[in-house]
C-alpha cells in the first residue's frame, strides 16, 4: 500500500460521495422515506461499493471501483405516488436482473438490443428536469448559486472529476456567510433500517425495470470501457453478479443499485497511482476503507444538506448530471435513424407523465421502441 494508492482511492470516494449525495437525498424524499431510512440507504449503499470493490478487485487482481447509480437515483426522485417499501421492492428486482444479466448470456443480448439512441434518450429524459432545475435555483437564489456555477465551470477546465466538488463546498462556505445556521450539526451512529419490500407489478414496470436499464446503460458498460481504456480485462459476469446480488440485499436496508464506476474509476487507474500495473489492483481495497469512512458519516452529511438553502441543493443536484446529462444527449442523436424514436423517448420520459400506475421511463422506452420498429420495418426490403 503507497500513499499514492490511499490518496487516489480516498479522492475519488469523496468527489463519488459529493457529487451525488443530494441526488439520492432528493430520490429518498420522492419516496417519502423517514431520515432513519435515508441514513441506512446511504449506509448500506456505502457497504455494499465497499464490500464489492474489495472482493472483485482482490479475486480478480483488476482495480474494480464500484459506484451508486447516479441516475438511477435521479430517475427513483422522478417518481411520485410510489411508498418506500414499494421502491424497495423495485430495488430488489432490478438488483436482482443485474444479477441475472451477469448469469445468463441470453437476458445479457436482449438488453443489448435496444438501440442506444434509444436507451440514450431514456436517461436524457430522466436527467433533463433536474438540470432545467439548476436554473431556476439561479433565478431564486442568484447571490449563492451563481458563485457555484462560476466555480464550478472554472475548476473544470483543469480538472473535470473535482469541479462538483468545488461547487459543494461554495455552496457551504457562501450558505454559512449568508446566515444559514448548521450549529446543530452532530456526529451521529448510522444505523441499518430493514424495510419488507412490496411488489406491485406498476412500480416494477415503471421503477424497477428502467432502474435496470439506466444502470445498465449509463453506469455499468461505461465502467467496463474504462477499465478496458486502461488496459485491463474487466471481470464482465463476476462484476455483473457480485454488484446485483449486493443490490438486491442492501434494498432490504433501503439502497439502489450498485454499479461500476467511471468518472471516479479514472481517478484510480493511472500510472500516478502506482507503477506497477499489476499491483494497480489494491486500490480497490483502499477504496473500500474510504466509502465504509463515508457510509459512517452519512447521518452528519444529511443533516449538513437539510440546512443548506434549497436552491442550494438543487443547483448542486443540477451540476452533479450536467456530465452526465451532456453524454445521454450526445449517444442519443448519433444515429440518424434513431434521432426520431430518441427524441420521443426523450420527450415521453421527461414528461413525468404515468398511465396505469407506470412511471414515465417505462412508457418513454416503449414508445421509442414502438417508432423504431415501425421505422426500421418500412426501410426493410419486400
Known sequence: MRASVLSAATVAALVGYAASVAIILAAATALGATPAQTASWLLA??????????????????????????????LIAATSGISFSEGVGAFVVAGLLIAATGLLRPLGALVARIPDGIAAGMLAGVLLPFCLKG?????????????????FLVVRL?????????????????ALLTGSDLSTLRLSAPLLDFTAPEFRPGVILGLGLPLYLVTMASQNLPGFATLRAAGYEPPVSAALTTTGLISAVTAFFGAHTVSMAAITAAICLGPDVHPDKDRRWIVGLAYAGAWLLLGLLSPTVLQLLAGLPAPVVAALVALALLSSLMGALTAAFTQADQ?????????TTASGMAAFGIGAAFWGLMVGLAVWALEHARRRPT
Do not use: E, H, Y
Request: positive net charge; contains cysteine; proline residues 8%.
Open 45 to 74: 449503499i456505502c457497504i455494499g461499493k465497499a464490500f464489492g470493490s474489495a472482493l472483485l478487485s482482490w479475486r480478480s487482481k483488476v482495480p474494480v471501483v464500484l459506484a451508486w447509480s447516479t441516475p438511477g437515483a435521479a
Open 135 to 151: 436554473a431556476t435555483a439561479a433565478q431564486d437564489l442568484p447571490a449563492l448559486v451563481l458563485p457555484m456555477v462560476a466555480v
Open 158 to 174: 483543469w480538472n473535470p472529476a473535482m469541479a462538483t466538488l468545488a461547487a459543494f463546498a461554495t455552496g457551504i462556505v457562501l
Open 339 to 347: 434521432r426520431l424514436p430518441a427524441t420521443l423517448t426523450l420527450v
